[in-house]
Every structure is written in structure tokens, then in C-alpha cells.
């Protein structure tokens, strides 16, 4: 029988394709209709940003507070010492703590474009797992918390029965991640009242765990939520390219290169993007989504303007526009392209073109791009390259060099 949720937040996360999983459908949407509910989820940091990986779920946390509830950040500061090892064939490497600091500044500066953070009782709350994790009793903590936890059911999960099925070393260090996952819930729970953990469906055994730790220790009715694991429809992983991860931060990616990520969208994807990253109607996004030919196209500029809007605002979205108008429509340049700077001493008395797309970064290799230029993928100012060992000359790249790699990757090369 279908469910028909009663509150906000669970008719939008089932309308728009946000819902995997559930602990319990009916007590959570009767908490969430006598709410507002506490809800976290929680991001290692083992990068300096976010990528569009993590994007699905803080859409699913900026809907949770446009429906009247608290979302509460949780940054792993302390987690992240160990490394989740969920479905991982390999130990993550071990960060320090001044570089698990740097990341942590670096991801927070994205949610503050998605929520709003406060004292009110729906206002956002930035959190860090550290400020509990780092002061534990190991002594303590295997009496009260580890207790509760049975080896042959952590054995069971799928994300470890897959590291050892594959008989690749699964370390103690990782073994007690999840129980320091669950035990972030229960603190969560003592300090905020949370009752909801959300995650990806990767995450479904962690959480599951931190349902049963605090309904043992708390004796609490709580809930935990998954939503998919996103992939296209051709079947790549959501948030790569072809230049690697999609990063959330304008430091790591341009507005203009996170706003052509999603111009470049597959058309079979358009319509579920639109109810996924966006928040136009969920039927504006279907009749968006079916159209087809040429019209598709214009589907895919409104859904990367509404996104980069989200992220970066509405001038970076309108620029990005201009830009990538300018660029494939005119032939032009565009004010929002990425600029690489070249030493004029790299340069020298002249570069093959090889290996001048090698040292400014636009081929990983100088057989990849020979293979570019012979498959006729490379353009200096919009005029095709075909020989690999022509000099690039400071005459050559003048004020600025426009480069194009293929139909959509174009950069300025400046000297400096």
C-alpha cells in the first residue's frame, strides 16, 4: 500500500524523489506534524569543499527547514580522524588536525547559501563532532556505548561485507567508525533533542546502528531517512566530470564552469535534476523535463541558472549565461571565463603546443593531447590547431590566448 505522508517535509521528499528509505514512515510524519523536528546530517571533511555529490542532501536539508523544522550541520571533525570505510575497497588516508581544520572552514562557507543559521527554533545549527568525540574515556566508552554493539551484526552490513567479501584489510581503526557515527546521534539527541539522521542510502547500516544505540541508551523514539544514491542516466556517479569532482566552492570552481555542469546535462535527466536541485514546482519540472529536440535546450539553461542561483546568485547565473552565449553562439570570448596564468619564463622562446596544454594544465599528458589535437579537438582563439609542435609564442597568447578543448572546456591563458 502507497503512503500518503501528512506532513510538508515528507510529501516534498517523496514528490521530488528525494526518499530511499525509512525507519518508520508513519512515527516520523506524526513527530514532523507535531514538530518543529531536529534533524542532522553529517559530512567528514576530507576535502576543502563540498562537491555536487553532496548537493542531493543539502537540498533535503534546505527543504527540511522551508517546512518549518531545524537542520542541524554536523561537521566531523572528529570522525574524520578515522576514515568511513563504506564501501571503500582501500583505508582513506589520515588527515592532520590543521588540514581536517581547513577543510571544515572551507565546507561551512557552502550551507550558509542554502540555510539560515540562528537562535530561532527553526534556524540552522553548525556543529562539530569533535567537541564530543576528542574528550572521550576509551575505558568509558567500551562500558557504556560498546556494549551495545554485536561484532556479528557490524559484520553483517553491507558496506563492510563487501570490503571482506573482496578479502581486502578492513583496519580496527575503521571498524569504529560507526560506532562513533551512532554514538554522534545520541549525543545529538542528549544535547538538541534530534530525532532524525539523514544520509545516503550507503549510509543506511551506519544510521540504523544509531537508531538502536539511542532507543537502548535513550530509550527514545527516533527515526533515521535515506535518500538514493544519485547516478545519470548513463550510469556515472553524480558530481564527477570529465575534469573531476564538481566542487561547491568558487575558489575551487568557477560560477561559469559550475553553471556549464549543468547546461551539459543528459536530456533524460532534466526533468528529475529540475525536482532534485531546484525548487520550481514539481509539474513545471516535469513539463520541463518532456520537452524534446531543440526545446530540451533551453529546459537545460533553466536548470543551470537555477541551480548556480542557489549556490553563487543570481548575477554569477546571469553572467554565466552571457558567458557561455558569447562562447558558443558568437564565437566570442565571454567576461566569465577561467583564466590561466602561464610564468613567461615556462614559456621561454616558445612552447610546442603539446606541451604548452600540459603546463597550463589543460591536458593531463603530452599524449593526451597529442591525441586532442589530432582528433581535431583543440582551438586558439576559436581557429583549429592541428599541429602539436608549433611553437606557442608570446605572440601567440598576446593580451590573452582564448582556448578550447573540445565543444564545451574553454579557458583564457594570460602570461604573468
Known amino acids: 500500500m502507497t503512503f500518503h505522508p501528512k506532513s510538508d517535509f515528507l510529501n516534498v521528499m517523496m514528490a521530488r524523489g528525494y526518499l530511499a528509505d525509512c525507519t518508520d514512515l508513519q512515527g516520523l510524519d506524526e513527530a514532523l506534524r507535531n514538530g518543529p523536528v531536529s534533524a542532522y546530517i553529517g559530512y567528514d571533511a576530507t576535502a576543502a569543499s563540498l562537491h555536487v555529490g553532496h548537493l542531493l542532501n543539502i537540498m533535503i536539508l534546505r527543504w527540511f527547514q522551508k517546512t518549518g523544522n531545524r537542520p542541524l550541520t554536523l561537521m566531523g571533525g572528529g570522525t574524520t580522524k578515522l576514515g568511513d570505510p563504506s564501501f571503500r575497497s582501500e583505508e582513506r588516508p589520515l588527515l592532520t588536525d590543521a588540514q581536517i581544520g581547513a577543510n571544515i572552514d572551507g565546507m561551512q562557507k557552502v550551507f550558509a547559501q542554502y540555510l539560515t543559521y540562528g537562535e530561532g527554533a527553526t534556524d540552522a545549527v553548525m556543529l562539530n563532532n569533535a567537541d564530543w568525540l576528542d574528550g572521550l574515556n576509551y575505558l568509558t566508552f567500551l562500558r557504556e556505548i560498546g556494549r551495545h554493539f554485536s561484532v556479528n551484526r557490524m559484520l553483517s552490513f553491507e558496506s563492510v561485507k563487501t570490503r571482506l567479501d573482496r578479502e581486502q584489510s578492513l583496519s580496527f581503526l575503521e571498524f569504529n567508525y560507526m560506532i562513533l557515527q551512532a554514538y554522534d546521534f545520541l549525543e545529538l539527541h542528549k544535547r538538541y533533542g534530534c530525532l532524525l539522521q539523514m544520509g545516503g542510502s550507503d549510509q543506511w547500516g551506519n544510521i540504523i546502528n544509531g537508531v538502536d544505540l539511542t532507543r537502548r541508551v535513550a530509550d527514545a523514539q527516533i527515526f533515521g531517512l535515506t535518500s538514493p544514491l544519485l547516478t545519470t542516466s548513463d550510469g556515472r556517479k553524480m558530481g564527477k566530470s570529465a575534469g573531476g569532482a564538481v566542487w561547491l566552492n568558487g575558489e575551487m570552481l568557477s560560477s561559469y564552469d559550475f553553471w556549464q555542469f549543468w547546461r551539459n546535462t543528459t536530456d533524460a535527466d532534466v526533468g528529475r535534476f529540475l525536482k532534485l536541485f531546484t ?128 565543444k564545451k572546456k574553454h579557458r583564457l591563458v594570460r602570461l604573468s
Not at 282 to 309: M, P, Y
Not at 353 to 365: D, I, M, N, Q, Y
Not at 370 to 379: F, M, P, Q, T, V
Open 279 to 406: 525548487e520550481l514546482p514539481v509539474e513545471e519540472c516535469d513539463r520541463l523535463g518532456a520537452l524534446a529536440g531543440s526545446e530540451i535546450n533551453g529546459a537545460k539553461v533553466i536548470l543551470a541558472n537555477e541551480v548556480t542561483t542557489l549556490l553563487h546568485g543570481a548575477e554569477a547565473a546571469r553572467t554565466a549565461e552571457d558567458t557561455a552565449r558569447a562562447v558558443f553562439e558568437q564565437g566570442g570570448v565571454g567576461g566569465d571565463l577561467e583564466v590561466v596564468s602561464l610564468p613567461a619564463a615556462t614559456l621561454g622562446e616558445g612552447l610546442p603546443v603539446a606541451r604548452f596544454l600540459v603546463e597550463t594544465g589543460l591536458a593531463p599528458s603530452g599524449k593526451e593531447a597529442k591525441r586532442l589535437i589530432a582528433e581535431g579537438g583543440l582551438r586558439f582563439n576559436n581557429e583549429p590547431v592541428a599541429d602539436a609542435n608549433a611553437p606557442v609564442t608570446a605572440d601567440v597568447i598576446g593580451n590573452e590566448l582564448k582556448v578550447s578543448i573540445g
